[in-house]
């Protein structure tokens, strides 16, 4: 899932050759290339080939041990006093890959407002003040990841600014008004996303690789920030922040003895247990290979991102791909950069990296940007070269030079104690040996030419490759399909957010209270309605011709708080269904199985519709209610939503709309409307139910029987028939 | 919280302490300059075995002869394609056929300039052999083989930057690796080689096109300062006007280079695991043949002063985007800091006075920042604000919020508190900048080449604290008026209608 960014401000100035150097992990030292030997009297400038170097100062890697503090919280610590200042970092086992599918967003939202909406003693704005008065920060920030909590000041405010950070780590008030603030924010993002060529192609590229269903493709929209209200939040924090899951990391201007002594002082107070977190998702394998256009007629450039999913940093072939991609398309030497920049001056940006993640593979990305009317010509230029890195072995002098660029530039893994720092612990939270960095550059100078070769042959296929370009197709110079793959266009439009995803903010949940309040009180009250333990009822059902079904009678039984069993008499025979809110069973004399796909989403929804839950929703049950007008509200839990609307005259429950989901095609949209209120157990019920589907008649149902409270028991409701 | 004796002793702290950050950090640094007048910073860290240079030169885009802007930047890119004896395969036949293609070039302008007279076949003729020439030239090329040793070697942040006042070249290696640095670096502005020059313009044209796609920030900040600035060169983007880089000429960048690369105009840091005796040496050693050549003129174009408000509309299908400037005087002005101070209130973290109300308050905006000196800062130049409407919220909107906001600014007087606390943050923003080789070069390099002398990093701490409420007032009182003003948005297409009354009014 790509990361949205807000603009920044751009600088004045015009940087050469912007080709990032090598994404290299690093070794420990640097062995240097020969011993020195007495320098040769020269010219007075000697030739570079000639200079000869002394070894390398060594790189003293601090050996930095994790301390498990009583709570399980385990902390990691690096003195440096060259500066007065402190740094601070708590890593927590989260991130955005365990949004819900119907709330994108979840996870950077509860990142963004951890922090912004304050702790439980002083607001977000109380928070800035202070700390900006003292020029520290505390800040929050949740990723595909990992979730992470930081601070940074100067050693002498290190007391107070360790005391707020404690505070927002430990006891986050997610105040309403900064989640609105997010949301506005988020939104921007999202308006903004089609905005930038070079973000379109990233993104689309991203998203397309790794599918567009899946945590690592799916992007946040209008509707799934919508539905986010502030409990999801709560919940989310509290699942996943705990001090078993965390790690804290503090480098800076100070002594570490002291320090241990404050932090388990501090966080003595932080003892919250949960489950271990699990695992985070597996990539899906499945190959997303073709080529798409996305058409956008205010640009002068295509900008094009292929390639196809990678690998991880522990793969066997990673050193030789990484030597494999930085000769194709790592640096002014490439032969991206030569062919497709130097020598046709197609480019000014090009480049290919196998960007492998510790845990889950990574994406091979060949990247840039060129005049629209050179477009075809480039993007064959580059599957020529990928071709070419695959058929023959690279020179020697190729394979030289990236292994002592790798090699060579280690040593910067080290030069500072907040990146010596990083490493550790990124080794530790994803599970890598301590020495990977030293069995990393031992790799490096094992690599042949032969690895190489094998290595592309086996790992890259250019025919499979997601190819996305972003430009105008009317001044491409000759059409994309001349690539010879069929081309799939992409369409950029933004969705708008659902009707049915009501905004959650403060004024819409109030007023979703007051009216709930109001429909409880018609039917008989709060005490009455949370007296109910199980319900029996018995109905006819009587069925539009068009629906295709006979007509039937019905006895549903109901046990709190989502135990919902139907026994039938079809005209066909008898069906029974259960089902425990989550999952459940069919059974006829034919046959029986597990509830599966859009059977299982109707049994679903009806535990969800069960009149009780409705009309009690929006307590501590994790239902959110949110007004939409006046005797309308949404209420929503998990992946349900549905409409109450409420008859303004009574207040009795009065329609109910849904999205009825169809085994094929998209959901229906469903009303309910109640009518025939009876009185059972002091309680106003509808003994008629009409459904209408996409606004037409399909159904009415008949109370014959209504009984609750007549000491149901699971078993029986579970019983197959 | 902040009562008046914390507030004092906090501003005695701040007074006291930029002077002992400077003495303590004083011990780590040697200069010294060459008979040549080239000025060496060196600082030692020896916290790892790695070094970074930095390389400035005061000379950027602002000094681009007319019709031949983007030429500064040019000479940028031809400073990465070697010397006589790096990157190429042969220099004897190079050399004759880079003077081939020349002469074939000159032949075709000749011919061009004709103007209505000119013979299109001939033009058209010349400009097939000049396709050729080139060729040729190449095949004599090794090609990217300098920045090919630096990546061999271990160099990592390799880069160079133009700017409008200034170019910079930078790069980090291995501290054992030292003299690689002064024999590339020395020789590729002593005897740098023009090669590659038109293939590596239309490489230039690409990252124009790059930087300005329509409806881009960089679109927008490209005509809002061609707009600010009726004669002053800061108009011109350092990338160079399309048409003026396509008729660049190689004899051009070299004379740029002759003129403005003198070593009394460069000045280089070296921060890290550095042995400050052996860089004097090395540095005589490989520096010292550099020539000394006079200084080159500076600017003498005075911006005049603006009539009234100007305005740029940009159409784009993008979402809008805003941004205001108001004159300024350059960074020698005794008001400098202030204008440093009241970019820090309005723009400087969640308490800053444009985040506060546009974007947290009123949320109107999800970005609203200044920015003290834009494009540059060594001649007059712009205080800017640049805003980026939220969802549903226009520019004509933002505007109007941002005129209220600074017509309480100049009516207000900040209160104590909040000087304090930007004082505060740009003291611990300076302490921050100290942690990084890289950076370190960068700041120490661009004030000695900036201000004459390194110390400025610090001493402008000082000159910071000695702002008071009044200086704010005051300044902000002259700045923020609206004669002084340029003002560039973003705006769906339109068709013919009077302006300026809808202006602005854009979809979402």
């Known amino acids: 899932m790509t990361r949205l960014s807000v603009l920044a401000l751009v600088a004045a100035g015009y940087a050469a050759a912007q080709v990032p150097p090598p994404q290299q992990s690093a070794a420990a030292q640097h062995k240097s290339a020969a011993a020195p030997t007495p320098k040769a009297a020269a010219a007075p400038v000697p030739s570079w080939k000639d200079l000869v170097y002394p070894p390398l100062h060594t790189v003293a890697i601090p050996d930095v041990k994790s301390i498990t503090l009583p709570n399980g919280m385990k902390l990691y610590l690096l003195e440096d006093h060259e500066l007065p200042l402190v740094h601070g970092a708590a890593r927590i086992r989260t991130g955005n890959l365990f949004d819900p599918p119907e709330k994108i967003g979840l996870a950077t939202l509860t990142g963004m407002v951890l922090r912004t909406g304050g702790t439980r003693a ?228 090009i480049e290919a990296d196998w960007d492998a993640n510790y845990d889950h593979p990574g994406l091979f990305l060949i990247s840039g940007s060129t005049k629209s009317v050179s477009t075809v010509e480039t993007l064959q230029a580059i599957l020529e070269e990928v071709e070419r890195i695959r058929s023959t072995e690279v020179s020697e002098e190729e394979l030289k030079t990236a292994k002592d660029a790798a090699l060579n530039s280690l ?113 008989g009250g709060a005490g009455k309605l949370a007296a109910v333990r199980d319900f029996t009822v018995t109905q006819y059902d009587r069925f539009d011709p068009s629906a295709g079904r006979l007509d039937s009678s019905e006895t549903d039984r109901w046990i709190a708080p989502s135990y919902l069993r139907q026994d039938s008499r079809e005209t066909s025979g008898p069906l029974s269904m259960y089902c425990d809110g989550k999952l459940g069973w069919f059974s006829t004399p034919r046959g029986a199985g597990p509830l599966r796909g859009a059977t299982l989403q109707e049994m679903r929804n009806e535990v969800f519709h069960v009149y009780f839950s409705l009309l009690e929703a929006g307590g501590e049950g994790g239902a959110s209610v949110v007004a939409v007008d006046d005797r309308t509200v949404e209420i929503s839990a998990g992946d349900q939503i549905a409409r109450l609307a409420i008859d303004a005259a009574t207040g009795l429950p009065q329609q109910l709309l849904y999205d009825s989901p169809r085994p094929s095609g998209p959901a229906q949209p469903m009303e309910e409307e109640y009518s025939d209120f009876h009185e059972v157990n002091g309680i106003q019920v509808p003994f008629h139910v009409t459904y209408r589907q996409g606004g037409k008649y399909l159904a009415e149902s008949a109370v014959s029987q209504y009984r609750i409270n007549t000491g149901l028991q699971l078993e029986d409701l579970e019983r197959r028939p | ?95 004759k056929a880079l003077q081939d293609v020349e002469d074939i070039y000159d032949q075709m302008e000749a011919e061009r300039n004709k103007g209505p007279k000119a013979n299109q076949n001939q033009i058209d003729y010349l400009r097939m052999q000049l396709k050729q020439a080139i060729n040729v030239a190449q095949s004599d090329v090794e090609s990217n083989e300098y920045t090919r040793i630096i990546e061999e070697n271990g160099g990592a942040g390799l880069n160079a930057d133009t700017s409008f006042d200034y170019t910079e070249y930078f790069y980090s290696l291995p501290s054992n690796r030292i003299e690689l640095w002064f024999l590339l670096e020395s020789q590729r502005f002593l005897h740098p080689v023009f090669r590659e020059f038109y293939q590596e313009r239309d490489v230039v044209q690409e990252e124009n096109r790059m930087r300005n796609q329509p409806g881009s920030e960089g679109q927008l900040m490209r005509d809002f300062v061609a707009t600010a600035f009726a004669a002053f060169p800061y108009r011109n983007p350092p990338g160079g006007w399309p048409s003026d880089v396509d008729n660049l000429r190689r004899g051009m960048a070299q004379a740029f280079f002759d003129k403005y690369y003198v070593p009394a105009n460069i000045n280089l840091a070296i921060v890290g695991d550095v042995d400050p005796a052996q860089a004097r040496r090395l540095a005589e ?189 005051r300044v902000a009182r002259s700045c923020f008026v609206a004669h002084n003003r340029t003002v560039a948005f973003t705006a769906a297409p339109s068709a013919l209608r009077p302006a300026p009354a809808n202006a602005g009014e854009n979809r979402q």
Not at chain 1, 412 to 438: C, H, S, V, W
Not at chain 2, 80 to 91: A, R
Not at chain 2, 331 to 341: G, L, M, R, W
């Open chain 1, 122 to 349: 002083k607001t977000g704005e109380q928070l800035d003040e202070e700390l900006e008065n003292i020029a520290a920060s505390v800040e929050s920030d949740i990723d595909e990841t990992l979730g992470s909590v930081s601070f940074s000041c100067l050693k002498e405010n290190l007391p107070e600014v360790l005391a707020d950070f404690h505070d927002v780590l430990t006891q986050p008030e997610f105040r309403q008004d900064k989640l609105d603030l997010a949301r506005t924010e988020l939104r921007g993002g999202i308006a903004r996303r089609n905005d930038e060529p070079q973000g379109i192609a990233e993104r689309e590229f991203t998203n397309t690789v790794y599918g567009k269903n899946t945590p690592y493709g799916w992007d946040i929209e209008y509707s799934t920030i919508n539905r986010i209200t502030r409990s999801d939040m709560v919940n989310f924090y509290r699942r996943y922040f705990f001090p078993a899951n965390t790690m804290l990391a503090i480098w800076g201007d100070f002594s570490a003895p002291e320090m241990k002594a404050r932090l388990e002082k501090l966080f003595a107070d932080w003892t919250v247990e949960q489950p271990p977190v699990p695992a985070f998702p597996p990539v899906p394998a499945k190959p997303a290979a073709g080529t798409y256009l996305a058409a956008k007629s205010d640009v002068t450039q295509t900008f094009f991102s292929m390639g196809q999913l990678g690998g991880v940093l522990k793969d066997k072939d990673y050193p030789a791909l990484e030597i494999m991609a930085d000769i194709l398309g790592g640096g002014f030497q490439s032969r991206l950069f030569r062919k497709v920049r130097t020598e046709m001056g197609n480019a000014y940006e």
């Open chain 1, 411 to 523: 040593v910067f893994a080290f030069d500072t104690k907040a990146k010596t720092l990083g490493r550790i612990l990124n080794y530790e939270y994803y599970g890598y040996p301590r020495d990977f960095i030293q069995q990393y550059q031992r790799a490096i100078e094992a690599v042949t030419r032969a690895d190489v070769l094998r290595a592309a042959k086996q790992h890259l296929a250019p025919n499979d490759f997601t190819i996305v370009a972003v430009g105008n197709p009317e001044q491409f110079g000759q059409p994309l399909a001349k690539l010879g793959r069929p081309v799939t266009a992409i369409d950029l439009t933004i969705p708008e957010p659902k009707k049915e995803a009501a905004q959650a903010d403060a004024a819409s949940l109030a007023k979703g209270r007051e009216i709930m309040a109001r429909v409880q009180r018609a039917v």
């Open chain 2, 1 to 95: 919280m902040m009562g008046h004796r914390l507030t004092l002793v906090l501003l005695l702290a701040a007074a006291v302490l930029p002077a002992q950050d400077v003495r303590e950090f004083e011990k780590k640094v040697t200069e010294f300059a060459l008979a040549n007048g080239l000025h060496f910073t060196v600082v030692e860290r020896h916290e790892a075995p790695v070094v970074s240079f930095h390389t400035f030169v005061n000379a950027g885009s602002a000094n681009d002869p007319a019709g031949e802007t983007g030429l500064a930047h040019m000479f940028e890119h031809m400073a990465f394609k070697g010397t006589e004896s790096i990157g190429t395969k042969n220099w004897a036949a190079e050399k």
């Open chain 2, 285 to 473: 050693r490989y520096f010292g043949p550099m020539p000394a050549r006079p200084l080159p003129p500076l600017i003498h174009t005075v911006e005049p002063v603006q009539d009234g408000e100007k305005t740029a509309v940009v159409e784009s299908q993008s979402q809008p985007l805003f941004v205001a400037g108001f004159k300024r005087p350059g960074q020698d002005d005794p008001d400098d800091p202030v204008y440093e101070v009241i970019s820090l209130i309005l723009s400087g973290g969640r308490t800053s006075l444009l985040y506060k109300e546009l974007v947290q308050e009123k949320k109107i905006a999800i970005e609203a920042e200044a920015s003290p000196a834009y494009p540059s800062s060594r001649y007059p130049n712009l205080f800017v604000i640049f805003v980026a409407p939220a969802v549903g919220h226009t520019v004509v909107e933002n505007q109007k919020a941002l005129e209220d906001l600074l017509t309480r600014f100049v009516a207000q007087r900040i209160n104590a508190e909040t000087l304090q606390r930007v004082k505060t943050q740009a003291r611990a923003s300076l302490i921050r900048r100290l942690d990084s080789n890289a950076g370190l070069a960068s700041l120490l390099a661009a004030n000695y080449g900036s201000y004459g002398d390194w110390r400025k990093l610090f001493t402008q701490l000082d000159d910071l604290n000695k702002v008071t409420a009044e200086d704010v007032e």
